[in-house]
């Protein structure tokens, strides 16, 4: 088991409305290697519910256990750095560096852990997500898709645990979508990476081994 | 090093952020720089103008020859690099005779050594030295004074003149000399000789009326005020509290000039500080855009492990980054541009003041520019610990930061801006007085600005959907808007300060309005000469003015306490004066104004009276003596005593040149006193003065013409220096703020160009976009500069009543002037904004989210 979550509660404040229970009682466990998908309406807390696995928010009570580790007792640095090496983050919106061209778009993580072979792990993950011709594009330059590419390469390059996609093809027209699920999905198996995905997209979340929905707060 | 790389590339991507930042902030700091550097060159200027008319950095003076022991103590306190003249002067009558006439005349002995005098020099028309004057019974006096005595230079019969015992030779005529007036204004001619003939007169004798001094200069650098003012301290010591000596250094050289270096140090700490903290919020202001641009980034980088204290260092590498390179790229600049002032600005600036760069404000530049960027945008900075990769999922906003925390971060630079204040202003008090001003100032800002976003609701309401978008815009962005109005209204508020003072300080510096400086200056006039002497006047082609009376006195006690015996400090620095010349007059001169109480009574005071008369004293001397409204007076005049009250106080112009006293009495009190008159002089052709001097001389013998063209043109040449200076420094701010505004409004019409695209895309057109902007912009810019000015209106008047002696008037013309250009400049850049975003294609709004 690589991830498991205890109990998970998560309410938010709001000025007018009170306190709004977001999260209510989650509790799931998910096995390495597994690719999970998340679905539900919008405002079902599919996104709040991917920043706690991803350590970028703490629940209100309950455990998040990745890697055996709990991530509700780390500070914010080891947190950081907990991240940084073992979850692969990829956004609907790419979130890229807008200065930085694709190859140094993709080494960024690596240079920022101070890791080795920088250059041959570049080469290699450039080549497997078929963009070695368009490695010194900025991503202005680029297509959404290929953006897209190159946040996967960036999030997969760490080798990490856990892969966290949010709508990872939901910028994207259809046939790119499908081309990056593949791709996605094509690495993920290769690399034998966990991954767990928020989508609306029923036929991405279909072609995970598990989906789950969420529902008012409550997984389904 | 990963992260400076990181920084550098993101510098060269956002060039225009890059360009802007380091411009304003390198503008700023030239502007510091040069208005630092411009304002010490005249300092040095002004100073060493004042060391030639004290003709040294440090005279001791007193009405008897000084005690040996005193002057060893001197020497002690001046180290060993020192230069020494002495100079020995009093009054005498000299008697002439030519072609069996004798003249009689008085005239000021000015005897002198061969060093003296130690700055500036003789200029004589056959070009003898002081040393001349030492072996041999030589004279040196103007051709004036010749004249007056029928003299003419040479061996002749017509050469000599007997001063006391001894014959003297006229050797040479001196056409300019250092002594010019200014610090020991002549009751009569000056003719010198040498020090070492002055026993041979035979006038020094036990109780005779003299006056010594001793001139020193001192080693370059030498703190001569410093020196001076543990002289008096120990001589105040030794003499308890009743020093026999005075002394004073160029800066107490003349009370005129001194006032008006005292205003153009304060106007010039003023501008510097002005001028950086214009700078300074342009630059916060970018950096702030910057830093909410690069958000998401920061995220971004977090989100893929990079740390808070990672991102803070990259952020702050950028910082000092571009910091260094407005530095040193200010540095660059001032360095070409301050030499070459004198030729850009050629009639702006006076002619002969070598400027130079002045190393302090190097320094300082150079730490402000690589650290200050820091410390003004701290406030700023503190945010991105607030930063969080959450808002890359959830798209919004982090939490804000805390009001403590902001609180907090502006601290380094309140206090960098307080400690920079008080090193510009030169004084604790006057930097604490500016840094409260415009912290009052941006409060006041605050509320108008938030009055104005409710004034852009009502207005939105608006049935015209152009002025109805705008007006809602403005609304609807209410804190951007006010962040806007804020910082454009500040901005102006500090280009608009300058002219208000500026304005009035002028006017205080230059000549005041339509009145004649006179040629010369006429003492010695006996009552009964008065009548002929008004009756030839008038046949001449001359304007004589105020003819005043003067009779001289003793003041013995101020509310019952003895005036002489008060030991405060002001006392102690002048030493002890016991007479003083009181005058009378009907009306006020021009050049006089009342600042506080009535005017004096015009009704002939009666003698038999029991109530004091009415007396009206000059602030500057109420001032030094303590003296209040109201407060009781008691003389001595003549050995009758009198008792006046203190009616109001006077400010005097002195560099009108006109006879002025400190006290003057009621109609009615002096009327029958012995006394004599002053009057001026004026308005008389170039060509006919030495003609008419000559008639004055041949038909009032006794009256005293003193030629004060030299004089006037010393000082008005040092008034219009000033003058223009202040003038040139007022405009330098305003084109330093000018700038500033530029870069907010710039940045400002950037970030609203989402805005502009997206009203394209829904399909407005050009003409209705650039009505919107311009509406924005230009109400914005309008609304914040009006305030800004009117707000600048109050400021400057209490500065100008705080520092500069109620000089303040206001300045319309250019305060038309830059609300004009503050409003066409913010319409400007936001047209020229939208028009580039205009002709960018809409699918740059759907692509720029990357």
Redesign the interface.
Known sequence: MILELKQIQKSFEQPRSGTIQVLNNINFSVDAGETVAITGHSGSGK?TL??LI?G??LPDTGQILLDGENLCQMK??QL??F???KIG?I?Q????????TARENIS??L???KQDNIRRRVDEMLEKIGLTDRQHHV??QLSGGE?QRVAIA?ALI?TPKLLLA?EPTGNLDIQTGNKIAALLFDLVEKENKTLIMVTHNLVLADQCQQVWKLEQGSLG | MLWMTLGVRDLLKNKGFSFFFVLNLSLGLAGFIAIHSFGRSLDRHFDTNLKEILTADLVVAANRAIAAKDLERINSFLGNDYTHSRQVSFYSMIRTTIRNQAHTRLVRVMAIDNSYPLYGAFEMAQGSTPTDLQTRPYVFMSTDTAYALGLEPGSGKNSTLDIGEQAFILKDHVVSDPENSLTSFSFAPRIYIGIDQLDRTGLIRYGSRIWVSHFYRLAPDTDADQISKRLKDRFSQLYKDQPPYYIYTSNDVNRRLGRLTRYFTSYMGLVSVVTLFLAGIATAYLFRGYLNLKRKEMAILMSVGGSKQSIWFYISFQLILLGTAASFLATLASFFIIPAFPMIFKGLIPDNVILSVSPSALALAMGLGMAGSMIFCLPVFIQIFDIKPLMLLRGTPDTATSWLKQVLSLLPGVTAFVMISIYAAGKLKTGLVFVGGFTLAIGVLFLIGQGFVQACKRLSQSRTPVVKIAFRNLYRNQWTSLSIFVTIALGTFLISLIPQVQNGLQTEIIKPDGLKIPVFFLVDIQDEQKAPFVAFMEKQDAIISNLSPMVRGRILKRNNQPFHQRSDESRRRRGRRLEFNFSFRETLDVSETITQGDPISTEYWDWESNTPFDISVEESFAKENKIALNDILEFEIQGIPFTGQVKNFRKVRWNSFQPNFFLLFQNGVLNDAPKTHLAAISQVPMDQRQQLKNRIVDQFPNISVIDVTQMANTILGISNKLSLSIRFMAWLAIAAGLISIFSIARHEAWKNRNQINLLKVLGSEYPAIRAITLIEFGVIGFAAALFAILLSYGFSFGISWYFFDNLWQINGIISILILILTTLICMGTALSASRKVMNTKPIHLLTSGT
């Open positions: 996104t991917l920043s991803a970028l928010d914010e640095n950081a750095r991240r940084a090496l983050m956004f919106q790419f979130h890229l560096m807008p200065h930085l960024l993580p240079e920022i852990l991503p202005a953006n960036r760490i949010d």
